[in-house]
Every structure is written in structure tokens, then in C-alpha cells.
């Protein structure tokens, strides 16, 4: 992390998929020679408890990093951010925002719901994070790499610009400075200590609207509030491993589960059409998503020797005739089925 | 040779070939004769399906050959380029076999879907399937609802169980 250099992270994808292997070790190989490059690699970031030294590591980096993971780059971000490793998300070419025909090129982009946005304040520095299942070769990683280099070079020149332009007044500390908290060693044997496999949710807070939804249908405890009634995954651990029912609740597609199966549901990126699929399960016969979610949840519940509560609990009574909100990318996008340019 | 029906889905045709069955969930029965009788039928997606799906990238069935199974019962998951979906299974039976050359190259869906783009031959006694032309009713009768649908009202809509 010295002056100038880029961090760059490779979190590994749980199991020993040797392709997967290939591609990390490829990757970590090139961008060892690369200069500029403060390369570290951890074991999958999905699965990394409080204590693993890698998410301490993680949490020392002061400055701009690129992770790359096994994730959707959606469900890495937020991910991150739970854990206290926050920042602006770099945009990449490599994950587009929105892969639109290009007869709509000139439409300016539809007005998005904001949603509450993440937590106190974000630390003045860029996040990119890179979707390793994107492409097998690790060449094209590493161009994008070094573009973001370049880029986070130009980043680094404006925030110096504005620090010298509003320069604080000096302040003189008298006395002993005061001691730092000792850094953990990061040896590459403590950072890839392979953590067992965890499951909970992530909140997408660039989505979420607060309406507590999750927090009414969850029976296992696992969401709360913060001080400011700000809904957040409290209890991470009490979550059932395999149960993605509080997101198929989510009016908003705001919760992922970034190991799930289904990519709407593991973070796909919103708005990209290549990407979220339209979910046609109850079209060719399958139930109603409030439907599957009870049934999830009811198994949880009767595995944990509870009863089941079927559609009695917890299930959104949401108004038909509500007034449409602005509309965001996922209406654009399930508007584009509608032409149907087939 | 009985004529073919068309629905229309916007703008675009959807071909009903006559003379065989339609499951509500969009899947095409043919029956199979001349194996073990009365109630077997080879299944694939209909046109109007296939025409929502778009190109088929990956297929996927979670039950054997030879498995019974149930009405509704969730046997597979399909991923395509506009679309992912479990696959339900149109009626109560045995799931035969599987076409297995669609799983190295599901394509054939896309190129051949009544012919060799065929799914699963299924042993149902009762299907309560529809002809053709119940077919495309039953396709006008919910074409609103399913552009709804696919708008991502699914909260807003009932089950046509008409």
C-alpha cells in the first residue's frame, strides 16, 4: 500500500475448480510483474468471518483498491461495504451497466428510485470490483487493471488538487502521538486460512427503501435496525443456509444472496439486459414467488422443530393501485421484453 | 394436413402446429405410440415459449429417467438469453427419458422446436391437455396478463385456471 501503488485483491473461489484456479494463479502470476500493482490474494469474500486476518487486511487498505471475486461485482460492492470496507464503486467496462440495443441510445437514462443509500460517511476513495466469472483468459484482467491504475492515478491527482486548494489549518500535537493499533502480520499463509462456507444476505443499499419487508417476513432473527431505523443484516449467522426467501419478498431486488444459483438473485447486475433474466417460472408453471418464499421459510422453520406459518406471517400486502413510482432500469428492462425484438 | 394456427405476440407470429396437444405451461404433447401404449407423449416448448426465451443457453433436469412424477412438480431449470425459469412438469406420470441431446447443445430448441428440439417423453394417464385451438384461446384469453406479468406485476396477477 506505499504511495502510488494500487491494491489489488484476488478473493478465490471456494472448492478447487482447477479452471478457476488456473485463472487466479495466471492472473496473480502477470500482475505480480506489473508495476504500480500491491497484489494480495484471500480466500473467497463471501465466506470471511469478523476475525479472518484476510478481512483485517481488507480493512487496512486505506486507498483505492480492484477485487476481484467469484461475485457478481453488485454482490461483492455491498458485501464490502457490510463489513465496514467502504468506498465509491469504480465503474468498469468489463461489468456495463446497461447493455441496451442501440436504437434507445439517445433516451436519456429513466429516473431511479434512490434507495437509502449506505450508512454515515464513505471514505474519499474507489472500489472496483470485477466479476472473475466474466471471462476465462486472465489478459483481459489485466488491461482493465491497468486502466483502472491510470484512472485511480487521475483520481489521486484531483483529491490532491482539492487538499492543497482547502488546506487545513496546521495543528500542532503536543505530547506523545498517540499509539496505533499494531497491525496484524499478513503473511500469505494467515491471509488464505481457509475459512468454512457461510450464507447470509447482502443488502444492496443503492436499492433498498427501508419499507422493512425483510424485517416482518425473516422468523430467524436475522435482520435489525441501526440507531437511525435503518434496516441491516444484523445477525449474519442466523441466517438458514440455502434460503433465499427474504429476497424473493424484496420489492426492490434489494437483498442478494451472492452464492445463491439463480444470477437475479446472487446480484446480477440491474439494468444489464445480457445479464438479469427475466424470471418466467410462473409462466411455464411454477408459483408465485410469495408462494416459494413461505415454503422456504416453512421448511427452516420446521427443521428448527417450529411450526409452519405458511402466507401467515410476515407476507407484504401490497397495494395494486399503488402509484407508480419513478421508474428504474429493472422497468426499462422488463419493458424491452415487451418489444420483443425477435 | 390440418392448417397451422398462429398468435400473434406484438408483433410477432407464433406458429401452433394443429394436430397435436398444449399444456398451459407452454409446452407442446405429441402422442408417442407404438411403446408401451396409451399415455405416453413426447414434450418440448411450444413457438410462443420459446419466442419469450429467446436462445436457449443451458438445460438442466434435477430428476432421473424413470422417476414419477407430479403435476406442477419442479423437474429442471432453463437459463436463456432474456430469460431463466424452473421447468414444471405439465401433468402426473413418469418422466421417461430426456432428450439427451439437448444437454450438450441445447440449441435445437431454438432451431427445431417441435422436432428434434423435443424435452422429455412423459407416461401420463390424465393430462387435461388442450388442442390447438384451445391453445391459442387460451394464449389470447391471457396475453394481457402475461405482458403484465412480464412487466413485473406478478403480485397483481391471479392464476387462470380457466
Known sequence: ?342 | MQEDLWFTMGKIPARLPAGILYAKNHMWARPETGLNGNGLFRHGFTHYAILLMKDVYFLEWNISEGDPVSQSQEIGHIETSKAESGLYCPAAGTLVRFNAALLNDPSAINTDGYGAGWLFDLDAPETGYMNAEQYLKFLSDNWEKTQAMLKGKMNQIEDDES
Not at chain 1, 505480480?32 to 497484489?39: D, F, S
Request: with cysteine; glycine share 8%.
Open chain 1, 1 to 342: 500500500m506505499s504511495k502510488g501503488k494500487l491494491t489489488v485483491v484476488i478473493s478465490q473461489a471456494p472448492g478447487k475448480n482447477p479452471a478457476k484456479r488456473a485463472l487466479e494463479e495466471n492472473l496473480a502470476a502477470s500482475l505480480l510483474m506489473e508495476p504500480g500493482i500491491e497484489l494480495s490474494i484471500i480466500p473467497h469474500l463471501y465466506d470471511l468471518g469478523p476475525d479472518h486476518t484476510g478481512r483485517l487486511f481488507l480493512e487496512s487498505i486505506p486507498g483505492d483498491m480492484v477485487v476481484l471475486a467469484w461475485l457478481f461485482p453488485r454482490a461483492a460492492f455491498w458485501l464490502l461495504d457490510r463489513d465496514g470496507i467502504r468506498g465509491t464503486e469504480g465503474q468498469s467496462p468489463l461489468h456495463p451497466k446497461a447493455e441496451k440495443d442501440d436504437e434507445d441510445a439517445d433516451e436519456p437514462p429513466p429516473e431511479k428510485a434512490p434507495g437509502i443509500g449506505p450508512v454515515g460517511e464513505i471514505p474519499d476513495r474507489t472500489i472496483w470490483c470485477l466479476d472473475l466469472r466474466d471471462h476465462a483468459g486472465h489478459q483481459i484482467y489485466l488491461e482493465e487493471i491497468r486502466r483502472i491504475g491510470a484512472e485511480a492515478a487521475l483520481l489521486r491527482e484531483g483529491r490532491q488538487a482539492a487538499k492543497q486548494a482547502t488546506k487545513p489549518p496546521a495543528v500542532i500535537t503536543l505530547g506523545l502521538p498517540t499509539q496505533k493499533k499494531p497491525a496484524p502480520e499478513f503473511t500469505p499463509e494467515t491471509l488464505l486460512a481457509p475459512p468454512s462456507r457461510r450464507w447470509y444476505p447482502v443488502i444492496d443499499y443503492s436499492r433498498c427503501t427501508n419499507c422493512m419487508e425483510c424485517l416482518d417476513f425473516c422468523l430467524f432473527g436475522v435482520y435489525g435496525v441501526d440507531g437511525l431505523d435503518r434496516i441491516l443484516v444484523e445477525n449474519q449467522d442466523s441466517c438458514k443456509k440455502g434460503c433465499p426467501a427474504c429476497s424473493r419478498v424484496c420489492p426492490e431486488q434489494a437483498i442478494i444472496f451472492p452464492d445463491y444459483k439463480s444470477a437475479a438473485i446472487a446480484g446480477a447486475p440491474v439494468g444489464n439486459i445480457g445479464g438479469l433474466k427475466i424470471d418466467l417460472s410462473k409462466l411455464f408453471g411454477g408459483e408465485d414467488p410469495m408462494v416459494v418464499a413461505a415454503q422456504e421459510r416453512d421448511r427452516e422453520l420446521v427443521r428448527d422443530g417450529r411450526d409452519a406459518v405458511g402466507l401467515a406471517v410476515g407476507i407484504p400486502k401490497r397495494q395494486t393501485d399503488k402509484p407508480k413510482g419513478p421508474r428504474d432500469e429493472l422497468d426499462s428492462l422488463v419493458d424491452a421484453l415487451d418489444s420483443l425484438d425477435i
